[in-house]
């Protein structure tokens, strides 16, 4: 008789940090030294897609990962803490419910495809452990909420626990050793500012040359300026950014998404040796986004950057054309950009 082959797919959506989380107060459980915000970013442009079976035809086998069509390592750290905890879970549903099927022992087989460039240097693995984590809660049919669920993504990647929910996004560091309180919960739909829009600028495809585990271990080991930002600048961001998203403030949200990426970059030269995540293309970015505010009169656009020099620029749909028109102007010998930027041509701002 053919075993039964227990499936759930799920997609997970990309997350951009305007209040970035660096710094672990503990590696292991991924416990941050600061609380972050980030913004969800439409599924239709960067997501990953999760399916998880398991199945008693699978016994003898470990547990297996395929990752854009090529094997993948499962067996890291935060992989395997990820699949302990859900399992876990499982297994306490299936001792209260003995009719239910024992899935928690049966092998997984996780297959996982990005709909954007893995090596782009975009943060790939915010989405990859947040759809990992769903899809195995689905298929155990759990009923644990994105909350809840946050607990587990986190301890795969930090920023992945932001990913469960789509929109406006907190990570509250929590005080707790053990980690329980250090969760992602919803600051605001995306219903809530529908108009908010993100440029992206791949500068660089390169997988980046320091890691974010240890850019932070180095940052927190090594930088003095890192101390005043967790103590002082993050508390002051948090707070301002989350009444700027409340009170749909673009100027605000756009002067402290920058404040904070160069917070973020000013910590990590200030490590010793220094790190240095933009390089040159980045810096024209950041000049590009001053000159296209001062064109329109007002602050239209926000730059941020995570670990590496890839540009991500925030904005309003109605600011479409000083905004996204001036960068198509400045970058249109490059690819990927969709024919509605061509649109906005005409009328960008121009540059000197
Ligand atoms: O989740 P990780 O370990 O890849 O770290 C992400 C760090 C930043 O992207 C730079 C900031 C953030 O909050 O996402």
Redesign the pocket.
């Known amino acids: 008789m053919a075993e039964t082959i227990y499936k759930a797919s799920t997609t997970a959506p990309v ?3 305007v ?4 710094g672990k107060r503990d590696p292991k459980l ?1 416990l941050p030294t600061n609380s ?1 915000l ?1 913004v969800t970013l439409s599924q239709a442009d960067l997501r990953t897609l999760t399916t998880a079976t398991c199945s008693a035809s699978y016994q003898g086998q470990e547990d297996s990962l395929i990752l854009n069509g090529e094997p993948s390592d499962i067996k890291g750290a935060r992989t395997q803490a990820c699949l302990r905890e859900l399992r876990a879970k499982r297994a306490a549903l299936e001792a209260e419910n003995p009719s239910l099927p024992k899935l928690s022992t049966l092998p997984l087989r996780i297959v996982s495809e990005n709909n954007f460039p893995t090596a782009a240097g975009l ?1 790939s ?2 989405a990859g ?1 947040a759809a990992l984590v769903r899809a195995i809660a689905d298929l155990y049919e759990l009923p644990s909420s994105p909350t809840e669920l946050s607990l587990i993504a986190r301890q795969g ?4 626990c ?1 990913s469960l929910f789509g929109g406006y996004v907190a ?1 509250r560091a929590g005080e707790r050793d053990d980690g329980l309180d250090s969760k992602a919960v919803e600051v605001a739909p995306a219903s809530h500012w529908p108009s908010m829009r993100a440029l992206i600028l791949v500068v660089s495809a390169a997988k980046k040359g320091v ?3 240890s ?2 271990q180095q940052t927190v080991a090594t930088s003095d300026l890192f101390k005043g930002r967790v103590a002082n600048v993050v508390p002051a961001h948090m707070a301002a950014m989350e009444a700027a998203i409340k009170d749909r403030d673009f100027a605000k949200f756009a002067e402290v998404t920058m404040k904070d990426s160069n917070s ?1 970059h000013a910590c990590c030269a200030d490590t010793y040796p220094p790190i240095y ?1 933009m390089n040159d293309v980045s810096r024209a970015a950041v000049r590009a986004v001053q000159a296209i505010n001062e064109a329109a009169g007002k602050t239209v656009a926000a730059y941020t ?4 020099p890839n540009a991500v620029i925030y904005y309003l749909e109605e600011d479409s054309a000083p905004v996204v028109g001036t960068f198509y102007n400045l970058l249109q010998s490059t690819d990927g950009w969709k024919d509605e930027a061509k649109s906005y041509s005409s009328t960008a701002t121009q540059l000197d």
């Open positions: 997350n951009i940090a209040v970035k989380y660096w991924n972050s980030s943060a693995s915010a452990f990647s930090g920023s992945a932001r990570w890691s974010s585990t850019g932070m973020f995540y950057f995570d670990a590496g």
